[in-house]
């Protein structure tokens, strides 16, 4: 079992920036690929980053990339999502994700290859 908890979302108004962290416990964080996702009222929930095991694969969804970074540190179990020039349409529960990789390099970009997920935290963008 691998548990994930999710801080540092919050309100915050259009243009701001947060970052999102994700520690990690249970089996070794290293072995895992990680994902970002979110899930607005109403709407499908949506892979917003992930990041290989290794840290030097990235994979972004277009609504996000060149705002958003993910990154992930080993050493402390921890993947973060660095968010800057926030907008409204950014107002979502936030949720981190491990997935089982085989390989150091691998991004997973789908949800169903997750396995692990944690309780989500609230980003709310005001315009």
């Known amino acids: 079992q691998v548990q994930l908890v999710e801080s540092g979302g919050g309100l915050v108004q259009a243009g701001d920036s947060l970052r999102l962290s994700c520690a990690a416990s249970?089996?070794?964080?290293?072995?895992?690929?990680m994902g970002w996702f979110r899930q607005a009222p109403g709407k499908e929930r949506e892979r917003v980053a992930a990041?290989?095991?290794?840290?030097?694969?990235?994979s972004y969804a277009a609504s996000v990339k060149g705002r958003f970074t993910i990154s992930r540190d080993n050493v402390k179990n921890t993947v973060y999502l660095q968010m800057n020039s926030l907008k409204p349409e950014d107002t979502a529960v936030y949720y981190c994700?491990?997935?089982?990789?085989?390989?150091?390099?691998?991004?997973?970009?789908?949800?169903?290859?997750?396995?692990?997920w944690g309780q989500g935290t609230q980003v709310t963008v005001s315009s």
């Open positions: 249970g089996r070794t964080f290293s072995n895992y690929a």
């Open positions: 990041v290989s095991r290794n840290g030097r694969g990235t």
């Open positions: 994700a491990a997935g089982g990789s085989l390989y150091g390099g691998e991004v997973l970009v789908k949800s169903r290859s997750y396995d692990y």
